[in-house]
């Protein structure tokens, strides 16, 4: 209850919209009592020309309400007005009441489902901004197929639930008052009679809202599972085919997929329960009533039209009831995927900025690592141990060493992606951790190995999230990463659509992308993470050439497998399980036998011992290259092409 609570705040900032719609229900149960009111006179003085007598509970009821003398007046003019006249008037009457109530129900639904839009629009604009924020750790252990479920399946379950069926519902609730207190002021001797039904009717409604909160919280989990298996089957296609475990995955799927359709079946049967039960206590209580009521009819001791006016609220308030079932069901549907969302909203980013952040200025002197540990888990094995460096501006630092020696690890600290554990970084003297995201993040780009392109134009894709940025800075940008080139022979040039994730481009092409990318946002600081090491050799050369123009005055940091894109750099930290094992220029580590940069050289390095020269080799596979993407261009302009008319 608690969570829904907590929902129902969030409504609350369409208050306007919920006053609007409450003040339309009761207009329209109003309208539909004065509607059914109208049975009375209808059957007693219509149907069977008689007087109409009134109970002895409605005219005290009336009186309390100061409203005795008005009601006197009303039956003494249906008990002496010609019955030909009356129905002309009990016709306008019922037109005009139909017309009020539905005006009063059309916006009554309007408003509220406005409501119910917009608070399920606040969710999806909550959660993708507070995903923004979270820590990137928290990505590193979160299925992305997980997080795409809250963001549309949760949200759409709630909207589903909460939307038109729940609307409809409460509507029917609120009827609820009105109608018992018709029947009270009727006959309040039979109407307690009946309440003594309610529980026979709540308490199973109640079992089974239980149950179906707890079912609908395991479907939005199973449809999480399934949606992360279909994220890592599509992206990993290639490696589907490539080991021939098409019909695994189809196993695979297809069990949860089963399992699903179970959740989904008991919640339906435990749903579709509640419909009968209702009717069937609705039912027993009208035909009781009937019986006892109808002999007070023979005995002139109430008149027929009070019988059907009460038989008729009676019969729809079975509606009412029956909605009360409905909506427990809705709510505890809706509360299971809203304990998904609010446990995303509720979590904590580790990775904050402060109050009074101060804004980074440019980095103009040195950067320095002062004893800085790093452990994704407080309790485990720290990753970066004890690291001090100083690194003056425009300063190239080489990172190499064995795999999970800490390199990308330390390269993350940088931009804060993760917060160091004990020490401090500092740019020009000033914490890292007591500046805003903004200036720190703003003065450092990063080219990793896996390059992440968006499905759009190569320009917004190169000028990212900036449409200021003029034609000409892109190009300049695209020419100095040895990207201008390839962008012109497509078919749309810079407007080319590049497919998800550059799909329609080859690695080389996707890499210079994003270094143009870097380039023309123009950082002080730059990290390159492997950013050659899945490349061929004539891309691996194109791209060198293209991060030779990006490195240039700027302070580096370059994580590298391979040993000869980082020869040049002005000192090489070789790093193994999180500690500097070793430190200097090319030439100095080099030289010692028993280090590990001497070691990690020669294994890339020795001689393969081919006959054939080692430049001949590399001639022929430039070659082979060009061929390949020559042929791939002709593929890509064929596709992109759409055919002459």
């Given at each position: 209850m608690y969570i829904f609570l907590r929902f129902i705040r969030n409504a609350w900032n369409y208050k306007a919209r919920l006053v609007v719609s409450i003040l339309c229900i009761v207009g329209v149960n109003v309208f539909q009592i004065g509607s059914i009111g109208s049975l009375i006179p209808i059957v007693d003085r219509i149907a069977n020309d008689s007087q109409i007598s009134v109970p002895k509970s409605v005219t005290a009821f009336f009186a309390y309400i100061g409203a005795g003398e008005f009601l006197q007046r009303v039956i003494h003019y249906l008990n002496t007005a010609d019955r030909h006249t009356l129905v002309i008037q009990l016709t306008i009457f019922f037109l005009l009441v139909t017309v009020l109530r539905g005006v009063f129900d059309y916006v009554?639904?309007?408003?509220?489902e406005s409501v119910a839009?917009?608070?399920?629009?606040?969710?999806?604009?909550?959660?993708?901004?507070?995903l923004q924020i979270l820590p990137v750790q928290y990505f590193a252990k979160t299925r992305t197929g997980e997080l795409i479920s809250r963001l549309t399946n949760d949200v759409n379950l709630v909207?589903?639930?909460?939307?038109?069926?729940?609307?409809?519902?409460?509507?029917d609730i609120t009827q609820l008052p009105f109608l018992a207190v018709f029947l009270l002021i009727t006959d309040w001797k039979m109407t307690l009679l009946l309440s003594l039904a309610i529980p026979l009717l709540m308490g199973p409604i109640v079992i089974i809202g239980q149950r179906l909160r707890r079912l609908s919280k395991k479907s939005q989990e199973k449809i999480a599972d399934i949606m992360s298996m279909l994220q890592e089957t599509i992206t990993g296609i290639r490696i589907v085919r490539a080991f021939n475990m098409e019909q695994y995955e189809v196993r695979r799927f297809d069990h949860q997929a089963d399992r699903f359709y179970h959740l989904r079946m008991k919640a339906i049967r435990r749903d579709a329960l509640i419909g009968p039960l209702t009717e069937i206590v609705g039912i027993g209580c009208a035909l009781l009533v009937a019986n006892i009521m109808l002999g007070r009819v023979l005995q002139k001791q109430?008149?027929?039209?009070?019988?059907?006016a009460y038989i008729a609220q009676l019969v729809i308030m079975m509606k009412p009831l029956r909605s009360i079932g409905k909506v427990n069901s809705l709510i505890q549907r809706a509360v299971g995927a809203l304990v998904r969302i609010y446990d995303l909203l509720d979590t904590k980013s580790s990775i904050i900025e402060i109050p009074d952040a101060v804004e980074l200025p440019p980095l103009q002197r040195d950067i320095r690592f002062e004893h800085v540990a790093f452990a994704y888990d407080p309790a485990g094995t720290p990753v970066i141990k004890d690291l001090t460096l100083h690194v003056k501006a425009g300063e190239m630092i080489a990172l190499v060493g064995p795999s999970g020696g800490g390199k990308t690890t330390?390269?993350?600290?940088?931009?804060r992606f993760y917060d160091v554990t004990a020490g401090a970084i500092l740019f020009d003297g000033v914490d890292i951790r007591d500046a805003t995201f903004t200036s720190l993040r703003g003065q450092i780009g990063m080219v990793t190995q896996e390059t992440i392109l968006f499905n759009d134009s190569v320009r917004n894709n190169i000028a990212y999230g900036r449409a200021?940025?003029?034609?000409d800075a892109v190009i300049a940008a695209?020419?100095?990463?040895?990207?201008?080139g390839f962008i012109r022979e497509m078919p749309e040039g810079y407007d080319t659509i590049i497919g998800e994730r550059g799909v329609r481009l080859s690695g080389g092409q996707r890499q210079r992308l994003a270094i143009a990318r870097a380039i023309l946002k123009n950082p002080r600081v730059l990290i390159l993470d492997e950013a050659t090491s899945a490349l061929d050799t004539e891309s691996e050369r194109l791209v060198q050439e293209a991060i030779d123009h990006l490195v240039k005055a700027r302070t580096v940091f370059a994580i590298a497998h391979r040993l000869s894109t980082i020869q040049h750099a002005d000192r090489i930290l070789v790093l193994v399980d999180g500690e500097v094992v070793q430190i200097g220029t090319h030439d100095a580590l080099i030289v010692d036998e028993e280090g590990l940069y001497k070691k990690l050289h020669d294994m890339q390095f020795r001689d393969t011992g081919h006959d054939v020269p080692s430049g001949f080799i590399d001639f022929i596979k430039f070659k082979l290259r060009q061929a390949r993407e020559r042929r791939a261009q002709r593929r890509l302009n064929e596709t992109l092409t759409p055919p002459t008319p």
């Open positions: 009554m639904k309007v408003t509220m839009q917009g608070v399920m629009r606040d969710f999806m604009k909550h959660m993708h901004q507070h909207q589903a639930s909460l939307s038109a069926r729940l609307i409809e519902s409460v509507c109430l008149s027929p039209g009070f019988l059907v330390f390269a993350n600290l940088i931009p200021d940025i003029p034609l695209a020419q100095a990463a040895n990207a201008d």
